[in-house]
């Protein structure tokens, strides 16, 4: 089979199969006489499970990792079962950090809405964004309209 036939079974296109055998998770494929690329059946679960492998948050290198212990023989559960762990660890990092950052900009907006538009008189900085101990203290009053005050016609 052909790389445009490869390429519509597998539902990835001819220059993403020509990339994967750049990188080495796809083999060079056989050529027929007048240099056209030979595929096999095999071709079409090879990159199917790449692209369900990228789907699962896998790297290419981590797939490549995968298929050369495959191609090798080597049992790959145990490292698969590994790299997913890392993978959902590294998740977990990622929500914490998004928590961390997510509550911050809470404060921000709960402190802008009490901050005096009058008191940004700074060109260069907005009083709204500004780490809490660089806002004057007078700039802190209660305000009874919308954030949207705070804009700069």
Not at 31 to 59: H, M, V
């Amino acid at each position: 089979m052909r790389i445009g036939e490869v390429a519509d079974r597998s539902g990835v296109s001819t220059k993403t199969i020509r990339y994967y055998e750049e990188i080495g998770v796809m083999p060079e494929p056989s050529r027929t006489a007048n240099g056209y690329r030979k595929y096999g059946e095999q071709a079409i679960a090879r990159i199917r499970f790449i692209r369900d492998g990228q789907a699962s948050g896998l790297s290419l290198a981590e797939i490549g990792a995968i298929l050369d212990m495959r191609d090798r023989g080597e049992q790959t559960c145990g490292h698969v079962l590994a790299l997913l762990e890392s993978h959902v660890a590294e998740i977990d990092r990622q929500i914490d950090q998004l928590q961390v950052t997510r509550h911050r900009l809470a404060k921000m907006a709960h402190r802008a809405a009490a901050l005096d538009p009058a008191g940004c008189a700074d060109a260069n900085r907005c009083q709204t964004i500004s780490p809490e101990s660089e806002v004057p203290h007078d700039a802190v009053r209660r305000l009874h309209h919308a954030p949207a005050a705070h804009r700069h016609e």
